[in-house]
């Protein structure tokens, strides 16, 4: 009797052991046949962005962001270079002429605007943060493909890039003048000129946008 009880033992036994190989083979053969499974990315849908309506301003105002304020005061939709000076333009395209002038869907926005510190203390404007951007009608925004490639006046010993940094002390102005480059094509709804952060950010509750659809029209 003791005999059987030991033999049937051993059959228990060796039943709970296939049972383990044939869930461990199972779980290898899941792990072969979806691999990278838990390494799959996770895909978002770019996310709208909308303006508020009244951050939406007419080009006689005067906008203030962070304590500064802008002012339009002339802006040109051209493909030509006009009285400017070709080697002072940061050319971003092959697409000109030997003159300099823009070829294709390329523009260039030259802005003509007044910056004010309204602020007691000193404060430093990124003239080339503030971009250009196409609203529809329901406020969505879209980035339209611009870049700065001109400012003046460009501080003498200074590249572009460093002169598009401009410091004010409290109470301080300038007057600017900025040139743009656009891909007309990616202006999509009315044309806007955006102050206030950018990228990510610009749907923040204290930027401003400019229509400046006025000088855009059939350029």
């Not at 083979?25 to 792990?31: G, H, I, L, V």
């Not at 003048?177 to 950018?198: A, F, H, N």
Request: charged share 30%; aromatic share 10%.
């Amino acid at each position: 009797m003791k005999k059987i009880k030991t033999i049937l033992l051993f059959f228990f036994i060796a039943g709970i052991m296939t049972g383990c190989s044939f869930l461990n083979k199972q779980n290898a053969d899941r792990s072969i046949s979806d691999p990278g499974k838990e390494d799959t990315p996770v895909t978002y849908e770019n996310e709208v962005k909308k303006v508020r309506k009244d951050n939406l301003k007419t080009v006689e105002d005067t906008v203030e962001v962070d304590h500064i304020s802008y002012k339009i005061n002339k802006m040109t939709v051209s493909r030509e270079l006009g009285d400017h000076k070709k080697e002072d333009v940061n050319y971003l395209t092959d697409e000109t002429d030997a003159q300099g002038n823009l070829l294709g869907n390329n523009r260039f926005i030259w802005l003509e605007l007044t910056i004010k510190n309204e602020s007691d203390t000193e404060q430093t404007v990124i003239v080339n943060s503030n971009l250009f951007y196409g609203i529809s009608e329901d406020q969505v925004i879209v980035e339209a493909d611009a870049e700065a490639v001109y400012i003046k006046p460009q501080e003498k010993n200074r590249p572009l890039n460093e002169s598009f940094y401009c410091k004010l002390q409290p109470g301080g102005e300038r007057e600017l003048e900025v040139g743009y480059i656009i891909d007309r094509e990616t202006v999509k709804g009315t044309l806007y000129y955006g102050i206030g952060s950018s990228g990510s950010d610009i749907d923040q509750i204290d930027n401003k946008f400019i229509n400046v659809e006025e000088y855009w029209d059939e350029k």
